[in-house]
Nanobody, 124 residues
Framework: QVQLVESGGGLVHPGGSLRLSCTASGRFVSIGTMGWYRQAPGKQRELVATISPDGDIKFSLDGVRDRFTISRSYANNTVYLQMNSLKPEDTAVYYC?????????????????WGQGTQVTVSS
């Protein structure tokens, strides 16, 4: 089994910063694109940003492009989300995602994996 384990969430005042981490563990051949999604109460899950194995970065939300930074450590199979100048509207559960995760070459077996989520609350 492959697991994505997130950490780094918590309560922060407006204007503060948090750094989320997500590490893949288990038996796999390679990790594909890694990304962060978030889901606020009563809203649908939305894509925040992704980073490909080649380091290509895409932000889905214009409102976070100049405040958030996504990066990854290939040696540690970890993706990070540095969040600065946090606002109350950033409050959500943040989920890590990876696809495809290659489990075996013969037979070719790949899957999408989600983390369990980490709560980020921005409040005074």
């Amino acid at each position: 089994q492959v697991q994505l384990v997130e950490s780094g969430g918590g309560l922060v005042h407006p204007g503060g910063s948090l750094r989320l981490s997500c590490t893949a563990s288990g038996r796999f051949v390679s990790i594909g694109t890694m990304g962060w999604y978030r889901q606020a109460p009563g809203k649908q899950r939305e894509l925040v940003a992704t980073i490909s194995p080649d380091g290509d970065i895409k932000f889905s939300l214009d409102g976070v492009r100049d405040r958030f930074t996504i990066s990854r450590s290939y040696a540690n199979n970890t993706v990070y989300l540095q969040m600065n100048s946090l606002k109350p509207e950033d409050t959500a559960v943040y989920y890590c995602n990876s696809q495809p995760v290659l489990l075996s070459i013969t037979p070719w077996t790949a899957m999408e994996v989600w983390g369990q989520g980490t709560q980020v609350t921005v409040s005074s």
